[in-house]
């Protein structure tokens, strides 16, 4: 059974930071990511990392202030969010991405989602 749970969402002030963690299960040379979604706007892939060579891409929107990580003894991926603004403000989804790190296709799995909030 394939399960991404992520943790670390909740509300910091423009320009703080946060870090996001997905523990994932039940994968098998999978990338994975980070997408999300405001309301109103259109779904975001912004970050994936290649779990066979470590690969990362990054999305212009965050280039440069967030960073994506993996600790594959504990199959747990981070994103570190730096100088947050408000436009940041979405729920982020963990995701697993079948055919490597490529944040324009459709990811085949994932998680429930956690809101992150960056306030004026």
């Known amino acids: 059974e394939v399960q991404l749970v992520e943790s670390g969402g909740g509300l910091v002030q423009a320009g703080g930071s946060l870090r996001l963690s997905c523990a994932a299960s039940?994968?098998?040379?999978?990338?994975i990511g980070w997408f999300r979604q405001a309301p109103g706007k259109e779904r975001e892939g912004i970050s994936c990392?290649?779990?066979?060579?470590?690969?990362?891409r990054y999305a212009d929107s965050v280039k440069g202030r967030f960073t994506i990580s993996s600790d594959n003894r504990e199959n747990t991926v981070y994103l570190q969010m730096n100088s947050l603004k408000p436009e940041d403000t979405a729920v982020y989804y963990c995701?697993?991405?079948?055919?490597?790190?490529?944040?324009?296709?459709?990811?085949?799995?994932w998680g429930q989602g956690t809101q992150v909030t960056v306030s004026s």
């Open positions: 995701v697993a991405l079948q055919f490597g790190c490529v944040l324009t296709d459709d990811p085949d799995y």
């Open positions: 039940g994968l098998d040379d999978y990338a």
């Open positions: 990392i290649s779990k066979m060579d470590g690969r990362t």
